[in-house]
Protein backbone atom coordinates (compact mmCIF):
# COMPACT_ATOMS: atom_id res chain seq x y z
CA UNK A 1 0.00 0.00 0.00
CA UNK A 2 1.48 3.31 -0.93
CA UNK A 3 2.12 6.02 1.57
CA UNK A 4 0.22 8.52 0.03
CA UNK A 5 -2.91 8.04 1.46
CA UNK A 6 -2.27 8.02 4.97
CA UNK A 7 -0.36 11.84 4.60
CA UNK A 8 -3.07 12.94 2.57
CA UNK A 9 -6.46 12.04 4.19
CA UNK A 10 -9.45 12.47 1.83
CA UNK A 11 -11.53 15.28 2.59
CA UNK A 12 -15.11 15.98 0.78
CA UNK A 13 -14.61 19.51 -1.29
CA UNK A 14 -17.76 20.63 1.11
CA UNK A 15 -15.56 20.16 4.43
CA UNK A 16 -12.47 21.89 3.17
CA UNK A 17 -14.53 25.07 2.24
CA UNK A 18 -15.80 25.26 5.78
CA UNK A 19 -11.96 25.36 7.48
CA UNK A 20 -12.05 28.98 9.02
CA UNK A 21 -9.49 31.13 7.71
CA UNK A 22 -7.21 32.93 10.00
CA UNK A 23 -8.05 36.80 11.13
CA UNK A 24 -7.87 39.40 8.99
CA UNK A 25 -5.15 41.42 10.75
CA UNK A 26 -3.96 41.28 14.61
CA UNK A 27 -3.10 44.25 17.27
CA UNK A 28 0.14 43.95 16.38
CA UNK A 29 -1.05 45.04 12.56
CA UNK A 30 -3.24 46.98 13.80
CA UNK A 31 -0.54 49.64 16.23
CA UNK A 32 1.87 49.58 13.27
CA UNK A 33 -0.56 51.02 11.56
CA UNK A 34 -1.33 53.70 13.78
CA UNK A 35 2.50 53.87 13.86
CA UNK A 36 2.53 54.71 9.68
CA UNK A 37 0.00 57.17 9.56
CA UNK A 38 1.14 59.40 12.95
CA UNK A 39 4.67 58.68 11.17
CA UNK A 40 3.24 60.07 7.91
CA UNK A 41 1.64 62.86 9.64
CA UNK A 42 4.40 64.24 11.85
CA UNK A 43 7.13 64.50 8.71
CA UNK A 44 4.38 65.71 6.19
CA UNK A 45 4.42 62.66 4.22
CA UNK A 46 2.38 61.49 1.42
CA UNK A 47 -1.13 62.49 1.19
CA UNK A 48 -0.58 64.40 4.11
CA UNK A 49 1.44 67.07 2.97
CA UNK A 50 -1.49 68.87 1.21
CA UNK A 51 -4.68 69.89 3.39
CA UNK A 52 -8.12 67.74 3.04
CA UNK A 53 -10.90 69.55 1.16
CA UNK A 54 -13.83 67.23 2.32
CA UNK A 55 -13.09 67.10 6.52
CA UNK A 56 -11.42 70.64 6.13
CA UNK A 57 -8.31 69.83 8.20
CA UNK A 58 -4.76 71.58 7.57
CA UNK A 59 -1.74 69.76 6.23
CA UNK A 60 0.01 68.05 8.83
CA UNK A 61 -3.48 66.60 10.18
CA UNK A 62 -4.98 63.24 9.96
CA UNK A 63 -8.47 63.22 8.40
CA UNK A 64 -11.20 63.18 11.13
CA UNK A 65 -12.09 59.74 9.29
CA UNK A 66 -9.52 58.19 11.26
CA UNK A 67 -8.32 54.80 9.30
CA UNK A 68 -8.80 56.26 5.88
CA UNK A 69 -7.54 59.38 3.71
CA UNK A 70 -10.39 61.17 2.13
CA UNK A 71 -10.10 60.88 -1.62
CA UNK A 72 -10.26 64.16 -2.38
CA UNK A 73 -6.91 64.36 -0.26
CA UNK A 74 -5.11 61.55 -2.51
CA UNK A 75 -6.10 63.10 -5.65
CA UNK A 76 -4.74 66.55 -4.62
CA UNK A 77 -1.30 65.06 -3.52
CA UNK A 78 -1.57 63.46 -6.99
CA UNK A 79 -2.17 66.34 -9.10
CA UNK A 80 0.79 67.92 -6.59
CA UNK A 81 3.00 65.54 -7.75
CA UNK A 82 2.02 65.26 -11.33
CA UNK A 83 3.41 69.25 -11.63
CA UNK A 84 6.73 68.30 -9.58
CA UNK A 85 9.66 67.97 -12.25
CA UNK A 86 11.35 64.55 -10.89
CA UNK A 87 15.04 64.83 -10.84
CA UNK A 88 17.44 61.19 -10.85
CA UNK A 89 19.65 61.50 -7.64
CA UNK A 90 22.59 60.94 -9.35
CA UNK A 91 22.02 64.53 -11.51
CA UNK A 92 20.88 66.54 -8.45
CA UNK A 93 24.29 65.15 -6.63
CA UNK A 94 25.74 66.33 -10.14
CA UNK A 95 24.36 70.04 -9.81
Not at 18 to 41: F, I, K, N, Q, W
Not at 61 to 78: D, G
Not at 81 to 95: D, F, G, I, Y
Request: hydrophobic share 40%.
Amino acid sequence: MSPIPALFPRQSPRSAVRTPAPPAYSAGLDAMLDAVYETHRRFRHGVYAVPCTTCHVPAGELCLARRSVHAARRQAHRDRLAHHERTPLLAAVAR
